[in-house]
C-alpha cells in the first residue's frame, strides 16, 4: 500500500535528509588508503547519535552495522569490518539510513580511494548522471516506468548495465515502504507518482553483467563477474507542481 504524506511529515522528512547529509559528508571524507570499514561505520553511527537518531539499518534484519560499505565489486550491503582495509584504487559504496523522530532518510555513494582507474571515474559518474536523469522523471502524473527507464537509457548508453535484483522503494516512518523503484522499465508503463509520495531512487550500476552472488554471510550482494559496480541514491518527495523535492541534498534547487 502506498503511504502519502502531508507537508508536515515531508518536513520531518527533510530534516532527517539534513542531518543523513551531514553524516555522509563526514564519511565522504574519512575515505582513504589505510581506513577500514569498521571505522566509517564507527564514525557514522556516533554522528547519527550525536544528532539525536537512530542507524535504521543496525540490527535490521538482523543486520549488524549502521552503514553498508561495499567495496569493488560489491553491489549493496557489504558489512564493515576491521579486516576490510581501505586500498588505493579501490572504490567504496557507502549506504546510510538513519530514523530521526519516527521518520526515516536514506542515501547513498559511491566514492573512490586514492587513485582510482578512468573506467571507475566514469562508473560512478555515469551512476549519479542516472539518479539526476530519473530524479527529473519524478513528476507528479508520470509512472515508475519513466524512472526506471532513464537510469535504463543512460547507462546502457555508456556501456554499463543497471543492476535488475535489488531496487529503490518507498520511505517514510518505514526504511522500506511501496512501491518498489526499479532501475529498468519502459517508458509510460508501470504506477502513476502521486503528490505526497517519497520514494529513494537509486541506481546501482555494473560495469558488467548484471547478475549476482550474495557472499556466504547471506548479506553482501556482488557482480557474479566480479566487475565494479557504483551506487548513488537519494530520498525524493513528489510534489504538487515541477520536479521533485531531494529530501537528503538540503538547499538543493533545480536549474532548468
Known amino acids: 500500500m502506498i503511504s502519502l504524506k502531508n507537508p508536515n511529515q515531508i518536513a520531518k522528512m527533510r530534516e532527517a535528509g539534513k542531518i543523513l547529509r551531514e553524516v555522509e559528508d563526514e564519511v565522504r571524507l574519512?575515505?582513504?588508503?589505510?581506513?577500514?570499514?569498521?571505522e566509517l561505520d564507527i564514525l557514522a553511527e556516533r554522528l547519527i547519535r550525536k544528532n539525536h537518531a537512530i542507524p535504521s539499518s543496525l540490527?535490521?534484519?538482523?543486520?549488524?552495522?549502521?552503514?553498508?560499505?561495499?567495496?569493488?565489486?560489491?553491489?549493496?550491503?557489504?558489512?564493515?569490518?576491521?579486516?576490510?582495509?581501505?586500498?588505493?584504487?579501490?572504490?567504496?559504496?557507502?549506504?546510510?539510513?538513519?530514523?530521526?523522530?519516527?521518520?526515516q532518510a536514506d542515501s547513498a555513494f559511491?566514492?573512490?580511494?586514492?587513485?582510482i582507474s578512468a573506467e571507475a571515474e566514469k562508473l560512478i559518474r555515469v551512476t549519479e548522471e542516472c539518479f539526476w536523469k530519473?530524479?527529473?522523471?519524478?513528476?507528479?502524473?508520470?509512472?515508475?516506468?519513466d524512472v526506471g527507464h532513464a537510469v535504463q537509457a543512460h547507462a546502457e548508453a555508456n556501456g554499463f548495465t543497471p543492476i535488475?535484483?535489488?531496487?529503490?522503494?518507498?520511505?517514510g516512518r518505514e526504511m522500506h515502504e511501496d512501491p518498489a523503484v526499479y532501475n529498468f522499465g519502459e517508458p509510460g508503463h508501470g504506477m502513476r507518482l502521486r503528490k505526497g509520495m517519497v520514494i529513494?531512487?537509486?541506481?546501482?550500476?555494473?560495469?558488467?553483467?548484471?547478475?549476482l552472488t550474495i557472499d556466504d554471510d547471506g548479506w553482501c550482494a556482488r557482480t557474479a563477474d566480479h566487475s565494479l559496480t557504483s551506487h548513488y541514491e537519494h530520498t525524493i518527495a513528489i510534489t504538487e507542481e515541477g520536479l521533485p523535492e531531494i529530501l537528503t541534498l538540503p538547499g538543493f534547487t533545480?536549474?532548468?
Open 254 to 256: 533545480w536549474e532548468e
Open 164 to 171: 535488475r535484483e535489488f531496487t529503490g522503494h518507498g520511505i
Open 30 to 38: 574519512a575515505i582513504k588508503p589505510g581506513v577500514t570499514t569498521a
Open 200 to 211: 529513494a531512487v537509486e541506481p546501482m550500476i555494473a560495469a558488467g553483467n548484471w547478475r
Open 59 to 103: 540490527h535490521y534484519e538482523g543486520y549488524p552495522c549502521s552503514i553498508c560499505a561495499s567495496i569493488n565489486d560489491e553491489v549493496v550491503h557489504g558489512i564493515p569490518s576491521d579486516r576490510r582495509v581501505l586500498k588505493d584504487g579501490d572504490i567504496i559504496s557507502v549506504d546510510c539510513t538513519l530514523l530521526l523522530d519516527g521518520w
Open 134 to 145: 530519473a530524479a527529473r522523471q519524478c513528476i507528479a502524473g508520470n509512472r515508475l516506468g
Open 110 to 115: 559511491t566514492a573512490g580511494v586514492g587513485t
